[in-house]
């Protein structure tokens, strides 16, 4: 397969989900090793996993850690399709901006921990607040504006201005990562008792708590938008 890294994975997320419908992988069956999927597909690991992940966020396939991924639908589920597909696609692999998240505001809520005053941990708490209301007004694009505000305060009292840069040039990026995670309506709540527990960690000047807390959100705000990804810490799946 040719062509960016993208448009190798969604092609490959195509030939395999053609192979699901064909009975070639049925449901309930256990999808080969990484390496020999590759090679069969014909693409790199890397765009491979790109792939799985997708298919993960679609429900056609789950993994387990420790035994492999399984095929658990021929279809994409409903709740899925109802998700809009990733506008940057063309540029910007999803998984990416999530890994990237995850690894840049990890370190961000560590450095808050440190630094944090009163006002600002308020500050936090009524941002909480009134995403949350406007989740229960089904008010989403405020919600996830708000939620795009919260990350951006704890970025900016880290005090490290290279990652605020950084995170700054990919604004309109890094909102839209923030909105997808709206669409799953079952899990839409959960955003709020994550950032609550941020909020708790860095009231309490605990900064491994912190990050931990950071990167267990992201993970699972990446999920809710159709995005696995590995992290090493089995204990979150």
């Known amino acids: 397969m040719t062509g960016s890294s993208s448009s190798v994975a969604n092609q490959a997320v195509s030939l395999i989900q053609q192979w699901v419908r064909d009975g070639i992988f049925p449901v309930g069956t256990l999808l080969p090793a990484q390496r020999e ?3 069969k597909v014909g693409i790199s690991r890397a765009s491979l996993r790109e792939a799985i992940s997708t298919l993960q966020g679609m429900g056609v396939v789950m993994a387990r850690p420790g035994k492999g991924v399984y095929v658990t639908a021929v279809s994409p589920t409903a709740e899925a399709q109802a998700t809009p597909p990733w506008r940057f696609a063309a540029t910007h692999s999803l998984i990416d901006i999530y890994q990237l998240r995850f690894a840049l505001e990890g370190l961000t809520a560590r450095l808050a ?9 308020e500050e936090l708490r009524q941002n909480a607040a009134t995403m949350q209301r406007a989740i229960e ?11 795009y505000e919260f990350h951006t305060l704890i970025v900016t009292v880290s005090g490290n201005q290279v990652i605020r840069e950084i995170l700054r040039e990919s604004a309109e990026v890094m909102r839209e990562s923030q909105r997808l995670p709206y669409y799953r309506r079952g899990a839409r709540n959960a955003t709020f008792t994550e950032h609550s527990a941020i909020i708790e960690a860095l009231a309490a000047r605990r900064p491994e708590q912190a990050q931990r ?9 990446a999920r809710r938008a159709g995005v696995h990804f590995p992290t090493g810490d089995e204990k979150d799946d």
């Open 113 to 121: 921990a440190l630094a944090i005053s009163t006002d600002e941990i």
């Open 37 to 39: 999927l590759a090679a």
């Open 137 to 147: 007004a089904d008010a989403y694009d405020e919600a996830s504006q708000l939620d």
């Open 213 to 221: 807390a950071m990167e267990r959100h992201i993970m699972l705000a």
